[in-house]
């Protein structure tokens, strides 16, 4: 079964830093790979999609993610964080059996301080 | 403006009484899923359904109902047999095949 980690429940970084958000997933075929974003109390946004073709996918608010067939990872950056990208965000893996049920990791909370 | 409806927003309920979330999409998606969320912990799949009249146990279907009368609208019924049913709960929608998931507002369940 299919599985994803996020090792870092939480990250703090200052407002200008850079960020990476690492996520690994467990996967036995082609994964079809998530990035979303939830503000507290709200629904999910997506950020970016992986399903095939170059390896370096470019998201919405300037983030990007990579997937690395090799270490089974796919990890989020961004070069300047903003205040306004405090929030949770969460990585997924979807299920390819038709429709698009989706496997999430736990989450990370990050906080930016000014 | 096209998307993904979810009522009510907050929701009490007493234990022992069942309860209706409602979950509405007019993005002509085919399928619709729903989540459960609690806190610190990521997303897990409670129904699923692909088609009008026909949905599927995901994960955590244990004290959870479905129906799908209407391509746009997948309600979850939370049954007095969940146990644990305090929970943040998210609609999603997408087409069929490999695309992404379009998620509702989520609709916070408490019971007292």
């Known amino acids: 079964a299919q599985s994803v980690t996020q090792p870092d429940i939480h990250i703090t970084v200052s407002e200008g830093a850079s960020l990476e958000l690492r996520c690994n997933y467990s996967?036995?075929?082609?994964?079809?790979l998530f990035w979303y974003v939830q503000s507290p109390g709200q629904g999910l946004q997506l950020l970016l999609k992986?399903?095939?073709?170059?390896?370096l996918v470019q998201g919405i608010k300037g983030f990007e993610a990579e997937f690395k067939r090799s270490q089974s990872s796919f990890n989020l950056r961004k070069p300047s964080v903003h205040w306004s990208d405090a929030a949770e965000y969460f990585c997924a893996v979807g299920r390819t059996n038709a429709g698009n049920m989706l496997t999430f990791g736990g989450g990370t909370r990050l906080m930016v301080k000014p | 403006d096209g998307g993904i409806t979810q009522s009510p927003k907050y929701l009490f309920r007493k234990e022992g009484q069942n309860v209706t979330l409602s979950c509405e999409q007019n993005?002509?998606?085919?399928?619709m899923y729903w989540y459960r969320q609690d806190p610190g912990q990521g997303l897990r799949l409670i129904y699923y359904?692909?088609?009008?009249?026909?949905?599927q146990k995901g994960d955590i279907a244990e004290g959870y109902s479905v129906s799908r009368e209407k391509k746009e609208s997948f309600p979850l019924t939370v049954t007095s047999a969940q146990k644990n049913p305090t929970a943040f709960y998210l609609c999603?929608?997408?087409?069929?095949?490999?695309?992404?998931?379009?998620f509702g507002q989520g609709t916070r369940l408490t019971v007292v």
């Open positions: 993005l002509n998606h085919d399928a």
């Open positions: 992986y399903f095939s073709g170059d390896t």
């Open positions: 359904s692909q088609i009008v009249n026909d949905f």
């Open positions: 999603a929608s997408s087409m069929l095949g490999n695309t992404e998931a379009f």
């Open positions: 996967y036995g075929a082609t994964p079809y």
